[in-house]
T-cell receptor, first 115, second 106 residues
Framework: NAGVMQNPRHLVRRRGQEARLRCSPM?????VYWYRQLPEEGLKFMVY????????ESGMPKERFSAEFPKEGPSILRIQQVVRGDSAAYFC?????????????FGPGTRLLVL | KNEVEQSPQNLTAQEGEFITINCSYS?????LHWLQQHPGGGIVSLFM???GKKKHGRLIATINIQEKHSSLHITASHPRDSAVYIC????????FGTGTSLTVIP
């Protein structure tokens, strides 16, 4: 049973470009969470999604960031017009059922570097 | 003020020592998680607990809901335990501590 997969593992973008980060949850998991870890800082919650629904996006920046989890395929975190401050590690986690009290399984992360 | 505070921030121990990492939180929660982040960056969920105590091998986690405090203990520590240990609480969303960086010296 493959774990949570994220790709790419490393992504380099120039300022103003778009970054697309993909997350495939564990088999059978329909709940996905995205977190950001800025350099020298702790993890911060960004968004919680179920299939085709955004449940909680209170941690998402208001502009340039969006997330989706379609019926088929991976969850996508999209960052438009990236800036240097977006450089961070972005982690995805999945859980089997609803609620923040469920065990979450983390992917290896995508390290985004904005030049 | 952070919703989750961990102590210590950094910890160095000799192999075999008993280690305690503390976590205090200020929000109402439904569960508390302990995570382990290895130097390569990968994150593993160690425990999820809402009351009492859990044990996996040499790791023990306890929580006191009334005092809003949790501890992670490592018995007979080993160099492979060297990692960052992160406390996260599930309130209306996830709040993370800044982590405790543990180094176990052979």
């Amino acid at each position: 049973n493959a774990g949570v997969m994220q790709n790419p593992r490393h992504l380099v973008r120039r300022r103003g470009q778009e970054a697309r980060l993909r997350c495939s949850p564990m088999k059978g998991h329909s709940h996905v969470y995205w977190y950001r870890q800025l350099p020298e800082e702790g993890l911060k919650f960004m968004v919680y999604l179920q299939k085709e629904n955004i449940i909680d996006e209170s941690g998402m920046p208001k502009e340039r960031f969006s997330a989706e989890f379609p019926k088929e395929g991976p969850s996508i975190l999209r960052i438009q017009q990236v800036v240097r401050g977006d450089s961070a590690a972005y982690f995805c986690a999945s859980s089997l059922s609803t609620g923040l009290q469920e065990t979450q399984y983390f992917g290896p992360g995508t390290r985004l570097l904005v030049l | 003020k952070n919703e989750v505070e961990q102590s210590p921030q950094n910890l160095t121990a000799q192999e075999g020592e008993f280690i305690t990492i503390n976590c205090s939180y200020s929000v109402g929660i439904s569960a508390l998680h302990w995570l382990q982040q290895h130097p390569g960056g990968g994150i593993v969920s160690l425990f999820m607990l809402s009351s009492g105590k859990k044990k996996h091998g040499r790791l023990i986690a306890t929580i006191n809901i009334q005092e809003k405090h949790s501890s992670l203990h490592i018995t007979a520590s080993h160099p492979r335990d060297s990692a960052v240990y992160i406390c996260a609480v599930a309130g209306n969303q996830f709040y993370f501590g800044t982590g405790t960086s543990l180094t176990v010296i052979p």
